[in-house]
């Protein structure tokens, strides 16, 4: 495991997150394979809107109302990633981004 971690730690961000993404594809299912192939082509056209990232949230939580019957979680993850979002903004100062 420290190999593969020392290895990564070589690597550019941009390769070592589009690793992350390709494995995390291909952990899918066939139907989620092709519902995140049609998101991430919709992502090139254009950045994501906040009607994107509610459509996010309610196909979260129907996915997990079909197993889980109870709470939403749309309006927590939506506040994750809002939080997520000033913390990048943050580290773009930090770090020296845009």
């Not at 079909?66 to 979680?73: H, I």
């Amino acid at each position: 495991m420290s190999i593969v971690l020392a290895n990564a730690s070589r690597l550019k961000p941009e390769i070592r997150l589009a690793q992350a993404v390709s494995e995390f594809e291909a952990d899918l299912l066939n139907e989620q394979k092709t519902t995140f192939r049609n998101f991430r082509s919709q992502s090139l056209d254009s950045p994501p809107a906040p009607s994107d990232v509610m459509r996010l949230t309610a196909e979260i939580d129907y996915q997990l109302s079909r197993k889980v019957s109870g709470r939403c979680f749309g309006p927590y993850f939506t506040y994750f990633l809002q939080v997520i979002q000033q913390f990048a903004v943050l580290g773009d100062v930090v770090v020296g981004g845009s």
